[in-house]
């Protein structure tokens, strides 16, 4: 069975601070990726990142940066230097031999101005 | 290069009803996901259509239908509908293969009374 939890119900930040959000997944399969997305109060579901089961080189785009563990089974997002834009539900997600994607709870980000 | 669209994005129905929701896909994608996301449950997968057919299927029941037209063009009907169906129902769109990013519309908004 494939899960996804984010431990992290809410979190609150104030402006300029740095915060991680974590996510810890479980599966069987060898071949898997894992995504984070952003949903901001609209609604929409914006794609963030994805990263495959083989690739474990973690990345920085501008403020973003992932951290990949397959020894953890985790895959945490981190925002540099957070700005109120950054105020959004994040969901990871887990993605396995088909294209439906399983969720986690989601992460509530507030950055207080 | 146009995003997913989905109409329409706000719906009130009384219990015992029937909706249909409309998504159309980014050009060239051929695959269509449904989901449901409610508070109590999170985000859940409803189904996958891929070349008007249904490809995948999440734990649903029978009243939660769908299907795709030649232009990748989705529905989702859901007959009889109950209080719990209340929730905001997001539509993704991919090229078709399996293991792709999945890019989400803004959603449609249900509230059944």
């Known amino acids: 069975a494939q899960k996804v939890t984010q431990a992290q119900t809410e979190i609150s930040v104030v402006e300029k601070e740095d915060v991680t959000l974590d996510c810890v997944y479980e599966?069987?399969?060898?071949?898997?990726?894992l995504f984070w997305y952003k949903q901001p109060p609209s609604g929409e579901l914006v794609f963030l990142i994805r990263?495959?089961?083989?690739?474990?080189q973690n990345e920085i785009s501008g403020r973003y940066s992932w951290n990949f563990q397959k020894s953890t089974s985790s895959f945490n997002f981190t925002i540099t230097a957070s700005q109120v834009v950054d105020s959004a539900v994040y969901f990871c997600?887990?993605?396995?031999?088909?294209?439906?994607?399983?969720f986690g709870t989601g992460t509530r980000l507030t950055v207080i101005p | 290069k146009a995003g997913v669209t989905q109409t329409p994005r706000y719906l009130i129905k009384t219990r015992g009803q029937q909706v249909t929701l409309s998504c159309s896909p980014i050009?060239?994608?051929?695959?269509v996901s449904w989901y449901q996301q409610t508070p109590g449950q999170g985000l859940q997968f409803l189904f996958e259509?891929?070349?008007?057919?249904?490809?995948n299927k999440g734990n649903f029941p029978g009243r939660f239908s769908g299907r795709q037209f030649s232009n990748s063009r989705s529905e989702m009907n859901v007959s009889t509908l109950e209080l719990g169906d209340s929730a905001l129902y997001l539509c993704?769109?991919?090229?078709?293969?399996?293991?792709?990013?999945?890019?989400f519309g803004p959603g449609t908004r249900l509230l059944v009374l």
């Open positions: 993704a769109s991919t090229m078709g293969q399996a293991l792709q990013t999945q890019y």
């Open positions: 599966t069987r399969d060898t071949t898997y990726y």
């Open positions: 990263r495959n089961s083989f690739d474990e």
């Open positions: 997600a887990l993605q396995t031999g088909a294209n439906n994607l399983f």
């Open positions: 050009s060239g994608h051929r695959s």
């Open positions: 259509y891929f070349s008007e057919t249904q490809r």
